[in-house]
Every structure is written in C-alpha cells, then in structure tokens.
C-alpha cells in the first residue's frame, strides 16, 4: 500500500456522496453482544513469537519478498511452517493458491497462503483475516525488508494462529497471507473472485506495527454500521489508539482501496482495515525492524484481536 494518485481520485469521486451501505448485519440475530473494556495489559499470544516472526520476515535473506523471486518462495515457506508448527490446517488441500497476473508486459506466478480454523457456531460463514507477504524487493542494489509493510501484518496473523488453535471461534476464520499486493492487490483480488465460501467480513492489516501519535487507524465501519460499536468500545490498549478515520468523510485522504481490504469492498462484503498513518520510512529500504516501535505493535496486535473476539459474537 498505498496508491496516492488513486486516492485522490477517489476523494474526488465520492466525497460529500452518500456511503454505500455493504451488505447488512442483522444484530438482533446476535446472541451475545460483549464491548467489555479492557482495563489492564494482557495478551493472548505469544509476543516473543510476535517479534521473532517479524525480526525474520523482514530480514535480508528474503531479499524484500518482491512477487515471483527466490525471496518470495523464502517467504512462503516460512509462512506455512509456522502455520503447521502451530497447528491450523490448509483451508484446501495445500496451503497455496496459485494465480497468475500481467502488469504492463509482464507475466507474473503468484502464490496466496490460506489456512482455515473451522468455527464452532456459523462453519459456513467465513471472517477473512488477512496481511499481504509481498513486498518490493530489491532496487538499485538495495534491499526492501518492509518491516512494517508488512512483515507487521503477517506476523500478527501468527498471532491469530496461536489464538485461535486454542479458542475456537464461532465463526470459521480463514487466515490468509496474500501475495501481489504491491502490484495492485493481485492476491486479494484473486482470492475473493475464486472463494467458494460465504465470506461474511475481512479484516485486513498492513502496517500495524510503529505509529508517530500512536494511533491505529480502523477504516470501515463507515460501510457497516453495525461495526461501529466494536471499534468504538475498544479505543485504547497498552499505546494503542484505535481511530476511526481516513474512510473519506472528510479531507483527508481515503483509504477504502489503499490495500486487500479493497477487493472485499468491492464485493460488498463488510471490512475492516487496520493500519498506520504513513511514515518517514515508508515504501523506503529503511523500512526495517530496527525501525518498528515492539511495544504499539505488541499491543496494536492485542487489540485488533480483542475486536476480532467480539465481531465473532455477533452473527454476521
Ligand atoms: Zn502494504
């Protein structure tokens, strides 16, 4: 992420038009209703996992995870081992949907990562919770270890793995590591044309894992209303503040096609997207772990899954 030009095109386009309300959420089917507020700092994962998994992702051996090299491939294998070695299974029979794209003249082979937890409640209805693997390589001799972008993300979907192995949710859960997102969100795009299941949210992180004001921004809720309570009954944990914000209500800049998450809006299917504001080593060869702020990321990781844990109650 994230496409300047296509913003501002966008503001232009819809700002002071209606939003496009997605598909409804009917919360009076809803069991439970939970915005209890967390008053002190726990985790339900492992954060030295959390660290060691972004320390490794965007180190140089995986040479920047550009779509279609040898560091991608890297890349890949590392994302289904931890998948394996914490337990959660290949949504088919491999780990890997593969898909091909062209930009301009060229021909690329793509790979998603997609693991499934199957839920308790609702199995047939499908929260996507997604982070793009892909990054931008190496230019000029230097190399793009997007620590943030987003090594972050795809960490965090470990988290969600460990969470998740041992509190099965309600709803089935797919976990999915896209691929081409800095070519045009290939991987989610392909992913939401090919699902054969029912998919009822995403929510997607990209860039979650250092914040100058330490916020967090939720972007979404804007589309689905019935989303708005989680978010707003979750503003703060550790360093963290959750903001709702940049879903073009107002000048600054909108983020509803700035990464995956865009391919499910296009869709219909409700969303949300997490991510911070960007920064000075932002699409830079400096983006780097030295660069990430661990404690916002341990706890921008925290929160976002205290959100997960209460959009599961509901039945979307
Ligand atoms: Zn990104």
Redesign the pocket.
């Known amino acids: ?2 496409y300047f030009i296509l913003n501002v095109f966008i503001v232009v386009l819809s700002f002071n038009s209606q939003a496009q309300e997605l598909k409804k959420i009917d919360l009076t089917k809803s069991t439970h209703v939970k915005t209890s507020k967390i008053t002190f700092k726990s985790y339900d994962y492992d954060t030295i996992h959390l660290i060691e998994a972004v320390k490794e992702l965007s180190s140089d051996k995986f040479e920047g995870r550009r779509t279609g090299t040898k560091g991608a491939e890297k890349a890949r294998d590392y994302i289904i081992n931890r998948f394996k070695a914490i337990g959660v299974k290949s949504l088919n029979e491999s780990y890997v949907q593969d898909f091909k794209f062209e930009v301009g003249t060229k021909n690329y082979n793509a790979q998603n990562i997609l693991a499934e937890i199957k839920g308790s409640h609702y199995p047939s209805k499908y929260i996507v919770i997604s982070a ?1 693997y892909d ?1 931008e390589g190496i230019k000029q001799g230097k190399i793009y270890n ?1 620590a943030d ?2 090594a972050s ?1 795809v960490s965090a979907l470990f988290a969600f793995a460990e969470y998740l192995k041992s509190h099965q949710p309600k709803h089935s859960v797919i976990l999915a590591a896209f691929d081409g ?2 070519l045009g969100l290939k991987g989610a795009y392909n992913f939401v044309k090919a699902a054969k299941e029912n998919l009822v949210l995403n929510l997607n992180m ?2 979650i894992s250092r914040s100058n004001k330490s916020d967090l921004f939720a972007v979404g809720t804007r589309y689905t209303s019935a989303l708005k309570p989680v978010i707003e009954a979750n503003k703060i944990f550790g360093k963290v503040k959750l903001v709702i914000g940049h879903e073009g209500l107002t000048k600054a800049d909108n983020w509803t096609h700035s ?1 995956d998450h865009a391919a499910f809006y296009d869709k219909n299917i409700p969303f949300v997207y997490f ?1 911070v504001a960007d920064h000075k080593d932002y699409h830079k060869p400096t983006d780097d772990f030295e660069n990430i702020d661990q404690e916002f990321f341990k706890d921008a990781v925290q929160i976002i899954l205290n959100t997960f844990k209460e959009f599961d109650l509901l039945n979307l």
């Open positions: 992420m994230k793009h990054h997007g972008d987003d993300g997102e800095e990209d860039m990464s991510g």
